[in-house]
């Protein structure tokens, strides 16, 4: 298992900015494909981002497209969210996921992911 903690979260107004990070420890950080996903108040969780371990493609939702990038740090373990212009639909609470390289499911399905952070609230003020 490996075990994962967000930081980053905050308010911030309409069009700013904020770095989300992802720590991980326990099993080899290297071994695992990331992603981010978000659930809002009532809301289903949704996917986000993600980064393959293999070949370090990235893939993002629609709604974040342009202004979201996913990176990774396997020095430091770490996997970080840049939002920019960020929008108030944009609010809710942002997870972090693993899931193990082998798994070839589909990045953008939280069943695929066996390991969550807590979460960190983002508030985007209009």
């Not at 069009?15 to 080899?28: D, F, H, Q, V």
């Not at 949704?46 to 370090?56: C, H, N, P, Q, R």
């Not at 952070?117 to 983002?122: L, M, S």
Request: proline content about 2%; overall charge positive.
């Amino acid at each position: 298992q490996v075990q994962l903690v967000e930081s980053g979260g905050g308010l911030v107004q309409a069009g700013g900015s904020l770095r989300l990070s992802c720590a991980a420890s326990g099993r080899t950080f290297g071994n695992y494909h990331m992603g981010w996903f978000r659930q809002a108040p009532g809301k289903e969780r949704e996917f986000v981002s993600a980064i393959i371990l293999s070949s370090g493609a990235t893939y993002y939702a629609d709604s974040v497209k342009g202004r979201f990038t996913i990176s990774r740090d396997n020095d430091k373990n770490t996997v970080y969210l840049q939002m920019n212009s960020l929008k108030p639909e944009d609010t809710a609470g942002y997870y972090c996921a693993a899931r193990p390289y082998y798994n070839h499911g589909s990045y953008y399905d939280a069943a695929q992911y066996a390991n969550w952070g807590q979460g960190t609230q983002v508030t985007v003020s209009s």
